[in-house]
């Protein structure tokens, strides 16, 4: 187990300047789409829980950097900016956010269950943990069926205390299975710190007694996180060795858009967002290296305010779902009672006390 510290990066040497372009762009996507995300939800476009990625942009894009098409990523319900920066279109994930017709699940799902089946995007789950197992069990089928690729466990700092992520080591490493545990450390649970919630805060540790190899990493260094993300990857993909990646990254606002953050001291939040802001240091790092200037900057933030704008418009203009269809895309195949559209239009009459 090693404790990788070193997150100070002097030199670009080696690295691609479009790459490196094209990080700084995706997380601004990620930024502006979260941003205007909040927006829409003060406008009630947007309904029920809704948890954003601002804060945590270079753990999503350095992951998405070092992923491969044939490997698979379930997350916790903080998933936007995953399923973004996996390629999926920004209108059909607002569409989804909306609960409209256009969006990846028809919105059936809304923020929290997104899913792209073609892009091995396999969803946002409510249940804390409850994607933990479900990743375990991919990366075992991979194994079983001969199949190339490795399956990502994302989750966050409080999940590692949940019963689920220990049966998940425990069969992980005792099958040689090919997942990484992703933990995404925004140092909370809801309003409840790491120290006030895990015995061992040192989260990547946590493998330890599974014999599974541990490393913490910064969070906020989009480079950092993929080259991880590459190695553990590769290591998980040719030997099955499973791994726990503890990410340090900062939480930008409270743990949901509705959620005031009063646990937190401001000037600790503000502290925060001014040190550990992932596009600040990165764009910093890029001018210094004369890789990109001003002129470059306007004009991606005006591209990436676009692309967003229009996920707004096309969100708005997609339609909502027909009551007849509430029982569509129940089961993945036909089952001889699934209900109907007439079952729907006789649901939907009870519900309204017409019936
Ligand atoms: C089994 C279960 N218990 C409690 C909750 C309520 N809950 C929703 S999010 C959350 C905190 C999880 O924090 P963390 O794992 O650190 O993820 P983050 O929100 O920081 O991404 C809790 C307790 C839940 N959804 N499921």
Known sequence: MTKVADTARGVLQGENADELKHYYYQMLLLRRFEERTSEMYVKAKIGGYCHLNLGEEATIVGLMAALKPEDYIFTNYREHGYIL????????????????????????????HLFDAEKHFMGGYAIVGGQVPLATGAAYALKYQGKPGVVVAQMGDATTNIGAFYESLNLAKLWQLPVLF???????????????????????????????????????????????????????????????????????RGHSVIDADRYRDPEFVRKGRETNDPLRNFAALLHEHEIIDDAW??????????????????????????????????????????PGPEDALRAVKINRGEA
């Open 85 to 112: 920066a996996r390629g999926v279109p920004p209108g059909s994930i607002m569409a989804e956010l909306f609960g409209k017709e256009g969006g990846v699940a028809h919105g059936r799902g809304g923020s929290m």
């Open 182 to 252: 992703f933990v995404v450390n925004n140092g909370y649970g809801m309003g409840t710190s790491v120290a006030m919630g895990s015995s061992e805060p040192d989260l990547w540790k946590k493998g330890a007694s599974f014999r599974i190899h541990g490393e913490q990493i910064d969070g906020t260094d989009v480079l950092v996180v993929r080259d991880a993300v590459r190695r553990l990857r590769e290591r998980a993909e040719k030997e099955g060795e499973p791994a726990i990646l503890d990410l340090i990254s900062f939480r930008f």
């Open 297 to 338: 900057l306007k004009a991606t933030a005006e591209r990436v305010d676009k692309e967003v704008q229009e996920a707004i418009d096309f969100a708005n203009a997609s339609p909502e779902p027909q009551y007849e269809d509430l029982f569509a895309f129940m089961y993945a195949t036909q089952v001889p009672n699934t």
